[in-house]
Each structure stands twice: as C-alpha cells, then as structure tokens.
C-alpha cells in the first residue's frame, strides 16, 4: 500500500492552526473576563440547582482571561511549529488540531445550554469548525498518516488537562479576592 504524496502540505494546514488559534482567541480575550458575573443572575435563573460556590469558582477575571490565553497560546505556539518540522506527522501537532476542533462543539453547547452568547461561540462555528476540517483535509491529500494512538482520543484527554493547567496558572499568577456571594462585603468573614 503507497499513500498519497502527490500534494505537498501547505504551510497554512500547520501554522493556520496558530492563525486560526489567535482569530478564535481575540474573541474569547475581549469576552472571557468578566462574563460569568455579567452572566450570572441569568445561570442562576437556568441553573437554581448549581451552589454558588460553583459559580465562584468558575468566576475568570479579565487578568486571568489573558494570562490563561497566554499560556494556551505558548501550547499552540509549539504545536504549529511542530507540526511545520514535520510536515503535519508529529502526533503533538495533530493532538493539538483535533482538540482545536472537537472544542467548537463545545463552545457551541455552552451558547445552546445559556441560551445566549459565552464567550468563543462567534468564532467556533466560524474559524475554528471550518479551519480543523480543512487542515485534515490538507493532511490526508498530501498522505500524512494519522498519528499512533489517535488525535481525536489524544485531544479528548489533553485538552481539558491543558485548558484547566493555563487557568490554573492564570489563577496562581493573578489571584482574585473573594467574592461576597451573600449580601456580605468581599474578603470579610462571616
């Protein structure tokens, strides 16, 4: 069995995933920060089942917000070059292009479960969707294999694990106060 070679990969199918990453990535750094708490007497009229300390928890700051699309776009960063090195083979790179993908459909469900804009939504359906099919599209006419183990199962798995780490970082680097959840003043005891 030959595989296909006869198309060469385009650049744009290894770093048009950054490109693509930083357009999807504009929207959600003018929208994160801040949206839960401008969203949040409408969750909690959705969602009265969920504590507030959910809601405190989920809370991203606009520091944050940046600080976490950093540390993502450092991610991205490195799979796009990866990916450039290798002619779309290194199983980082195609990781990185099925979670890119695979995390429309999540932005997606938010927006449909709020019944409303989240931040991400505009850009999901738009970008991120239309440019991961092209991208694998690019791959397989040029005859890259699909790496070991399977990007779509590698991205299922290490993509919460990357998303919830920048945060985590994002949390570490640019701490809130607490918010006051019940009437009482943030940072005071009860």
Do not use: K, N
């Not at 007497?41 to 950093?70: H, K, M, N, T, Y």
């Amino acid at each position: 069995m030959t595989s296909r070679t006869d198309v060469a990969l385009p650049a744009a199918a290894t770093w048009g995933l950054l490109a693509a990453w930083v357009i999807h990535d504009i929207e959600e750094a003018a929208t994160m920060g801040g949206w839960l708490d401008r969203a949040r007497p409408r969750l909690r009229a959705r969602f009265p089942q969920v504590p507030e300390q959910v809601w405190d928890q989920l809370r991203v700051s606009p520091a944050q917000a940046r600080i976490a699309i950093g540390a993502m776009g450092v991610v991205m960063t490195a799979a796009a070059a990866r990916g450039a090195r290798t002619g779309g083979r290194s199983g980082f790179y195609q990781a990185a292009l099925a979670g890119f993908g695979l995390h429309a459909g999540t932005h997606v469900a938010q927006a449909v479960a709020f019944r409303g804009y989240t931040p991400g939504v505009v850009t999901a359906p738009l970008v991120v969707a239309p440019f991961s099919l092209w991208a694998w599209r690019r791959l397989r006419a040029a005859g890259v294999p699909r790496s070991g183990g399977g990007a779509a199962a590698s991205a299922t798995l290490l993509l919460p694990l990357a998303i919830g780490t920048c945060h985590a970082v994002a949390r570490i680097l640019a701490p809130e106060p607490p918010r006051a959840t019940r009437g009482e003043p943030a940072g005071q005891p009860s």
